[in-house]
């Protein structure tokens, strides 16, 4: 520890002792090192590692953190809890298992595997999948949970159509999940949750067993981690949390911002510590950041400071659409690739849609790229194929894992057969594995598919009598080999790819051990260990950032991370911030804390990109340039006119700029040859001098694809209210929706996708 360099303030959050601890810790401010700092200090202090218990949001960083915590005090920290909420909700779960419903084998259920059964479940109990989406029926369920609702609960406060259906399949959903030795995502921390507070002795046994708890990333908790970390730090008080107020973006998946702005009239006598001192990024970019993020209410006072040069100053770039956006930037690149390696360079953006122009002007332009948050390595088909025939192995009582594995390779049980099998085991009361190895002649199966069936399950009984002796590689191969899963990939068209993938699945299971899991029970095998493991990795702890390339990435994928040279790509109203974000309460503080998020990853240059047309869903739309950039400092923006390379879609009829500009921003006069603009000394007096008009939205009506043009003053023909004049149009695509004053029927605001508007 003598040889960590340690601010004032980081020191004091280092060295605190007793009670409760808030570290604020601002972007860039070396939350990191706080927290690998403080939990070495304690265990220099005389803390045996075995009651230090500290919560990340990533595996990765549990990783990383255990072994700078290894380096620094020179020995190891074995029996130290370290892992994300759900690998230590797991973990809790699996060692409780007899105060539970469910033994230690469990399953644990990711989004595809539960939806699935959802679906299932709506059919059975006469919903069907077709009118009511299954994955909003889950979304549903997610959310009850995380606010600790459980089945009872959520259908006394039923409120609409959906919410009926939910009422009916929450605890339908529920009783299978049990019936199956399973649990979902949210239930690891629902079922924690209840262990903590209603199974006898738990709470007080571990609460005295972890004399200091560390969380990390705690404005990003939900309601159900919360009461987590408030059972496990009940009896010696001794929490430290570290958070940025300011970062909280996760408010649309159930993580409350109040965890942390209530932090001390939870846990009173709570000491605050403010670390304001940003190690990353240039005195231009904090500026901006602070200008920004001080329009919030519901924040904590902070200001980041830095010791850096001031640096260039933020380019905001306006562009005539989203083709002109991203040759804009791979230009930009492919000039200076020269002088910095493409690791360095980052594009981020609000949605996932957004990478398309990007990518393809980055393969124009020779630009080699890398895509977080694509398709992650253990949901690619034929990975989820194989750890399907392990978790079959591990949990016989897995329905998921034994339709999957049973239909593929093809062995002659088709739907027919697996709905008769399905039938047998309800009237049974038994998994679908166990009914398979009981099925006979007599039970109505064809004879192919009861031969199916019995190899299937005679096979998946010999290599359950060899697990304990295997490793989790050894398991692994022997489960390829058996079932054929090899060689029938290799008969696929894309066969030596997928198999590459297989490869990849078996270096992970070499690479792996025991002590990855940080599970206590002896009994359980590598197979069971290493299944856990895979189950709880994020996005994240899967994103390779080796190699040469350029990052594209959307915001809430950013956070954490950091590029010398970011570009944020759609700065347009309805856009970043999102129209049904500006709707919802709250909705634009989050949106801009995430613009707060994009803007602090940068080290040392920034540029903010907008378009004045932008075709999204289908639609062409003319959006406002964003509110965000009307709150920028003027002395820390230089502003950029992208020339156009193209004009508009084709048959659009449009010059390729004329969406607008910042308010208090115009454009120079046409003799000037400068493509800079200027601010204006008034603000909002700038003035938009092209063709467009900002929020203007431009869509089809009908077949002949003549785009009819909606925009404040325009007078239109609806199918039901007559003829009227629009007031203002909010979003874009298939969320556009339009304020229109009636002749006849008055003001409404109808969806302008299925409003059947026409020209008046």
Not at 96 to 108: G, K, L, N
Not at 206 to 219: G, I, K, P
């Amino acid at each position: 520890m003598s040889g960590l360099r340690l601010n004032p303030e980081q020191r004091e959050a280092v060295e605190h002792r007793e009670g409760p601890l808030l570290v604020l810790a601002g972007a860039g401010s070396g939350k990191t090192r706080v927290l690998t700092a403080r939990a070495a200090r304690l265990i220099e202090y005389g803390l045996e590692p075995t009651r230090l218990l500290a919560v990340t949001f990533t595996n990765k960083a549990a990783g990383e953190m255990r072994e700078r915590i290894e380096g620094l005090i020179g020995r190891s920290t074995r029996g130290l809890w370290i892992g994300t909420f759900h690998s230590i909700a797991a973990r809790l779960l699996r060692i409780e298992a007899p105060h539970t419903s469910r033994t230690r084998a469990f399953t644990i259920y990711d989004e595809d595997d539960s939806v699935r059964t959802v679906k299932d479940l709506m059919v059975s109990v006469g919903y069907d999948p077709k009118r009511w989406s299954p994955r909003a029926v889950r979304g549903r369920i997610s959310t009850a949970k995380n606010a600790l609702v459980g089945p009872a609960e959520y259908a006394s406060e039923a409120f609409d159509l959906l919410t009926d259906v939910v009422t009916k399949v929450y605890p339908a959903y529920q009783r299978e999940l049990e019936r199956r030795n399973a649990y979902d995502f949210d239930d690891l921390l629902f079922e924690t949750v209840r262990l903590l507070e209603k199974a006898e002795g738990v709470q007080e046994r571990y609460s005295a067993r972890f004399e200091h708890v560390l969380v990390d990333e705690y404005q990003d908790t939900n309601h159900a981690q919360y009461r987590i970390v408030k059972a496990l730090a009940a009896t010696h008080r001794n929490l430290c949390v570290v958070g940025d107020d300011d970062q909280a973006v996760y408010g649309w998946r159930g993580a409350d911002i109040r965890n942390i702005l209530d932090f001390e009239a939870d846990f009173s006598g709570a000491h605050v510590v403010r670390l304001e001192q940003n190690y990353r990024s240039t005195g231009s970019i904090l500026e901006v950041a602070n200008a920004v993020i001080s329009q919030n209410l519901a924040r904590k006072p902070k200001r980041l400071r830095t010791r850096r040069e001031t640096g260039d100053p933020i380019q905001v770039v306006r562009c005539g659409d989203e083709r002109a956006e991203a040759g804009w930037v791979s230009s930009e690149i492919g000039t200076e690739r020269a002088v910095r390696g493409l690791n360095e360079f980052a594009v981020l953006y609000r949605t996932n849609a957004q990478s398309r122009a990007f990518e393809e002007a980055f393969r124009r332009g020779g630009l080699p790229y890398r895509i977080v948050g694509g398709v992650p390595f253990y949901e690619r088909r034929e990975v989820k194929d194989v750890i399907a025939y392990l978790r079959l192995l591990v949990n016989p009582a897995d329905d998921v894992a034994f339709l999957r594995a049973v239909g593929w390779p093809r062995r002659g049980v088709g739907a027919k057969s697996i709905e008769r099998l399905a039938a047998l085991a309800v009237l049974r009361d038994e998994p679908l594995a166990l009914a398979a190895a009981r099925v006979g002649q007599g039970d109505g199966i064809p004879r192919a598919a009861l031969r199916g069936l019995g190899r299937f399950t005679d096979a998946l009984r010999e290599m359950q009598v060899s697990l304990a002796d295997c490793t989790a590689r050894e398991a692994m191969e022997n489960c390829v080999a058996t079932f054929g899963l090899a060689t029938a990939l290799a008969e696929e068209e894309d066969g030596p790819d997928r198999l590459e993938n297989v490869s990849e699945l078996f270096a992970a299971a070499e690479a792996f051990e025991r002590d990855d899991a940080e599970d206590a029970i002896e009994e359980a095998t590598d197979l069971e260990l290493f299944l856990q493991s895979v189950s709880l990795r994020s996005d994240l702890d899967e994103a390779d950032f080796d190699g040469e390339a350029v990052t594209l990435i959307t915001l809430h994928n950013a956070k954490g991370l950091e590029f010398p040279v970011v570009y944020l790509a759609g700065l347009e109203e309805g856009l970043f911030p999102l129209s049904r974000a500006v709707e919802t309460p709250g909705g634009l503080e989050e949106e801009r804390r995430l613009f707060y998020v994009g803007v602090t990853r940068a080290m040392d240059r920034l540029s903010l990109t907008y378009a004045d047309q932008r075709w999204r869903a289908g639609m062409a739309s003319r959006p406002a340039p964003s509110s965000f950039l009307d709150e920028l400092p003027a002395e820390h923006v230089h502003p950029r006119l992208a020339r156009p390379r193209w004009g508009g879609p084709p048959g659009s009829g449009r010059r390729a700029f004329g969406g607008g500009v910042p308010s208090g921003w115009s454009l120079p006069a046409p003799n000037e040859p400068s493509f800079a603009w200027r601010r204006d000394a008034t603000k909002g007096s700038g003035r938009d001098t092209g063709s467009g008009t900002p929020g203007e939205l431009e869509y089809d009506f009908e077949d002949s694809q003549v785009p009819l043009a909606l925009a404040p003053g325009v007078r239109v023909m609806h199918p039901r209210f007559g003829t009227g004049e629009i007031l203002q149009v909010h979003g874009y695509g298939r969320e556009a929706k339009a304020d229109i004053d009636f002749d006849d029927a008055g003001r409404k605001r109808v969806v302008v996708a299925y409003a059947g508007l026409r020209p008046a």
